[in-house]
């Protein structure tokens, strides 16, 4: 059976993926640090991207059969959201960038933002 393959469009809303690790910085803080500060901003953060629009699809966190700092590939977790727009996506990024209660995730995590599309043969038409 052929499968044609056709010019992909953008649909709205958009369809993103973040990637995210933690880095030296949550692996060098302490288990009270990362109680009260670091796990309590990255929950305000994700309820910022809420208020920002962007509606949580799945998510998967890789850490049952590894530990420590990730190395290929270069992620733990992952998260798929549809958002409303690209600005939504920078302001997303720009969350992990600024300072709130005294935290700067950057200094704790990584994220990398993709965008992207349902996968045709699973979600579309076909």
């Not at 799945?58 to 992952?78: C, E, H, I, K, S």
Request: aromatic residues 12%; charged residues 30%; glycine residues 8%.
């Amino acid at each position: 059976m052929a499968v044609e393959f056709v010019v992909p469009e953008v649909p709205k809303p958009y369809r993103v993926i973040l990637l995210g690790a933690a880095t030296n910085g949550w692996f060098e803080a302490t288990d009270e640090e990362r109680r009260e500060k670091v796990l309590p901003r990255f929950k305000e953060m994700i309820a910022e991207w809420t208020e920002m629009g962007a509606k949580v699809l799945a998510t998967v966190d890789d850490d049952l059969f590894m530990v420590g700092q990730p190395g290929a590939p270069d992620f733990t977790w992952y998260l798929i959201f549809e958002i409303p727009s690209l600005e939504t996506l920078a302001a997303m990024i720009h969350c992990v960038r600024r300072t709130s209660n005294g935290v700067r995730l950057d200094r704790y995590i990584r994220i990398e933002g993709r965008i992207g599309r349902p996968f045709f043969l699973l979600e579309g038409k076909h």
